[in-house]
């Protein structure tokens, strides 16, 4: 796992730019590159990041899997196959959020059994503990082109889509000065050693 990325979303939460996923929100948020992070027991939190895609039912996604198992037309049939009408129903009412690329994000939204909180809300594998999320925005540099990261919690990107100048550039800018000081240094070294016939 990446410490530094949790670090900075333990941050996040903690300063409030992170929120809680609610279902409202991520569908707004479909196309959108986010980062998110549940607290899990003992320290056992996780982080991930991804393009937000589509919303499903959790059976929905089950229906998709057809490399679950060869005697099966998908995962969702194999269910259907033993399932009580009440676990289907929970499989159908548990929207699962997906990634761009259609995988599972593992993040789950309880609409009718176990939902905890007064707002529909995404949460890790325990119905009790909620994903917080912060949106990434890229922001390129006009003079380098150099492509950066900024977070914050709103949709559209409040930072503007071009820095003037970054870091990269101000960095490449202090070596050329120091390059230029050093070449001056040792001219000015020469002319001495010079004026001493060496």
Same mark, same amino acid.
């Given at each position: +796992? ?5 670090? @900075? +979303? /333990?941050?996040?939460? $903690? ?12 569908? #707004? ?8 992070? =549940? ?13 937000? !895609? #589509? ?6 996604? $089950?229906? /998709?899997? $057809? ?8 995962? !969702?049939?194999?269910?259907?196959? =033993? +399932? ?10 548990? +929207? ?5 690329? !259609? ?5 789950? &939204?309880?609409?009718? =059994?176990?939902? &905890? ?6 949460? &890790? ?7 917080? =999320? ?14 950066? @990261?900024?977070?914050?919690? #709103? ?13 990269? &550039?101000?960095?490449a800018e202090d070596i050329e000065a120091i390059n230029d000081n050093y070449r001056d240094h040792k001219a000015e070294i020469n002319k001495i050693n010079q004026s001493y016939g060496k």
């Amino acid at each position: +796992m990446n410490t530094e990325l949790l670090s @900075e +979303m /333990r941050a996040a939460v $903690a300063n409030k730019t992170a929120q809680v996923l609610t279902l409202e929100k991520a569908k #707004e948020l479909k196309g959108k590159k986010i980062r998110t992070i =549940y607290f899990g027991y003992r320290g056992q939190d996780g982080v991930d990041e991804f393009v937000v !895609g #589509e919303i499903i039912s959790h059976l929905s996604w $089950a229906e /998709r899997n $057809a490399d679950f198992d060869a005697k099966w037309k998908s995962q !969702g049939d194999y269910w259907k196959s =033993y +399932m009580t009408k009440k676990q289907l129903d929970e499989h159908n009412t548990n +929207m699962l959020l997906l990634r761009e690329d !259609g995988t599972s994000t593992s993040c789950c &939204c309880h609409t009718k =059994y176990y939902n &905890c909180f007064n707002e529909l809300t995404f949460t &890790c594998s325990d119905a009790d503990r909620e994903v917080y =999320y912060v949106v990434v925005h890229e922001i390129t540099c006009k003079k380098c082109g150099h492509v950066h @990261e900024k977070v914050s919690n #709103e949709i559209n990107n409040p930072f503007g889509e071009y820095f003037d100048n970054c870091r990269f &550039c101000i960095d490449a800018e202090d070596i050329e000065a120091i390059n230029d000081n050093y070449r001056d240094h040792k001219a000015e070294i020469n002319k001495i050693n010079q004026s001493y016939g060496k």
